[in-house]
Nanobody, 118 residues
Framework: QVQLVESGGGLVQPGGSLRLSCTSSEFTLENYMIGWFRQAPGKEREGVSCIASKDSLTNFADSIHDRFIISRDNAKNAVYLQINNLKPEDTGIYFC???????????WGQGTQVTVSS
């Protein structure tokens, strides 16, 4: 199982921005498709963004909204999720995984909490 570590969450005001990080000390993340998911209070975990692996036939980086931007820094072995113009409904725990479909994720990390509130 690929263990990933999420970080970068926090308390921000509506309209603010955050950059979440997904890293691994054991695995080279560019070899994996990486998905970001979030779980809002009382709701199911949902996918919010996905980026292709370096060996993917199709190079893609998709998100549910253009406020979410996923990117890689291979030199730092990290995948980032930039969230702009944060809204209260973005509040939740954010997870990264080596899959872009929730049902294909074998194990989850601790996630990072994002709270959007004034």
């Amino acid at each position: 199982q690929v263990q990933l570590v999420e970080s970068g969450g926090g308390l921000v005001q509506p309209g603010g921005s955050l950059r979440l990080s997904c890293t691994s000390s054991e695995f080279t993340l560019e070899n994996y498709m990486i998905g970001w998911f979030r779980q809002a209070p009382g709701k199911e975990r949902e996918g919010v963004s996905c980026i292709a692996s370096k060996d993917s036939l199709t190079n893609f980086a998709d998100s549910i909204h253009d406020r979410f931007i996923i990117s890689r820094d291979n030199a730092k072995n990290a995948v980032y999720l930039q969230i702009n113009n944060l809204k209260p409904e973005d509040t939740g725990i954010y997870f990264c995984a080596t899959a872009c479909q929730r049902d294909l994720v074998g194990s989850w990390g601790q996630g990072t909490q994002v709270t959007v509130s004034s």
